[in-house]
């Protein structure tokens, strides 16, 4: 499988022109592309209720992933006024989960493009895998509410609980025997918040193939932490862990539930937004100027004195298509910041930009094709204390972090450079 290709690939999906522009892109409700709404989003975040009640689908979780993965709040913003307004240490559970996030993009910074492919081998050799979702399954008909469920959630909202997306990944792998890669494409595609480090990883996570062993989860599981809809008594998954570790370990592919099940369609993907609002590169709208480089993953507030340029790379999306509320969702922020924005691939982008006298702002390791390294971006601030090498585990990056901790950033008696 070439690692760069997604397995889901919309065969109907439209290129730029009259094509996208017929399709109906409305944003999704919960989440405003703004920075008011990422700033609320951030005050509203209830850090003492939340190691109690975030494995709960209606538990206290933050719901900035979509505003972090595109830049409208940094990581390193985000665990500093956490840990200002509500005094948490780094020992702190919602810091140690925004840990995770961090721990996820050094790797991908670490390994590129090898996190697309098994991390090490899993519970079955790649081989026992199917590289293609079912059709129930994609279209939330498997008979077992708790993946139906999350299937429709995902296609209505673009977002999904973390517990929902592990519950629907490890069925995905470890029920029907779908690659987790296949998987990780699709949702992917649907997600606001889709960041390839954290989605992709997340699911070999889940696999096997980047953890000690595969994520396993059970009806019980479900009827503690979901509302009474998304129980699923008398599936598949209402047995026990050791029965459910021998399917992992078992080339044996389950199927949907017996019977007939209300099914959804799918979601269309798109490589390009409405080409209403986007043009070709023209190099002389900025030529002797201060350009800022807007893209899909720093949509915050340009700063004063330069000039904003939106820019989209045609062959990423070709690549990674996207939902139409998160098309909605991005397009939406380019145009309330940007007046020029330039849709083309990404050495034609950065060829337009030459003539500019600097070109300033944030690198994100989605930028993957080469041209962009002429433009020498800097990484965004660092959370963390980030390791020079990379960290094979979380458990390693973490005691690095805690250990190179600043003075009053861990409780009494926890490891720390003193």
């Excluded at 429709?152 to 490890?170: E, F, I, K, P, Q």
């Excluded at 998987?183 to 989605?199: C, E, I, V």
């Excluded at 399917?247 to 019977?259: I, N």
């Excluded at 600097?358 to 041209?371: E, S, T």
Aim: charged share 15%; proline share 10%; net charge positive.
């Amino acid at each position: 499988m070439n690692r760069h290709q997604p397995v889901f690939e919309a065969t109907d999906t439209p290129a730029t022109g009259a094509g996208c522009a017929a399709v109906p892109f409305a944003a999704s409700e919960a989440f405003a592309p703004t920075p008011a709404a990422a700033r609320a989003r951030l005050a509203a975040v209830r850090a003492g209720d939340y190691a109690r009640s975030r494995n709960h689908l209606d538990g206290a979780v933050t719901r900035l992933s979509p505003y972090l993965t595109h830049g409208l709040l940094d990581l390193a913003e985000v665990v500093a006024s956490l840990r200002k307004r509500h005094h948490l240490p780094l020992t702190h559970k919602l810091v140690q989960e925004l840990g995770w996030r961090a721990y996820f993009q050094h790797s991908w910074r670490h390994r590129g493009a090898a996190i697309f492919d098994d991390l090490h081998p899993g519970p079955l050799p790649a081989a026992a895998y199917a590289r293609e979702l079912p059709a129930d399954l994609r279209r939330g008909a498997t008979g077992v509410p708790v993946i139906d469920q999350a299937v429709r959630t995902l296609y209505a909202s673009g977002y999904l609980h973390n517990h929902a997306r592990m519950w629907l990944a490890s069925y995905t792998v470890h029920v029907r025997k779908v690659h987790w890669r296949a998987g990780a494409d699709w949702m992917f595609a649907h997600l606001l918040d889709g960041d390839l480090a954290s989605n992709h990883l997340s699911w070999q996570w889940v696999a096997g193939t980047g953890s000690a062993k595969p994520y396993l989860f059970n009806a019980e599981n479900v009827a503690r932490y979901a509302p009474p809809a998304w129980h699923s008594p008398g599936t598949v998954i209402d047995t026990t862990y050791a029965v459910l570790d021998a399917l992992a370990h078992s080339p044996q592919r389950r199927g949907a539930e017996p019977g007939a099940h209300p099914a959804v369609d799918e979601p269309p993907l798109f490589a390009a937004p409405p080409a209403e609002g986007f043009t070709a590169p023209d190099a002389a709208t900025v030529a002797g100027r201060t350009v800022w480089l807007v893209h899909p993953w720093a949509l915050a507030d340009p700063p004063a004195g330069t000039l904003p340029v939106a820019v989209l790379d045609t062959r990423w999306h070709a690549r990674w298509p996207w939902s139409a509320q998160r098309w909605a969702f991005v397009g939406a922020r380019m145009h309330a910041i940007a007046s020029l924005r330039w849709m083309a691939p990404a050495p034609e982008l950065v060829a337009a930009l030459r003539p500019a006298a600097q070109v300033r702002g944030w690198y994100n390791p989605h930028l993957d094709d080469p041209a962009w390294a002429a433009l020498r971006l800097p990484l965004p601030p660092s959370a963390f204390a980030d390791p020079d090498r990379a960290c094979r585990s979380f458990s390693a990056y973490w005691t690095h972090v805690l250990k190179h901790a600043p003075p009053g950033a861990l409780p009494q008696g926890v490891l720390s450079n003193d």
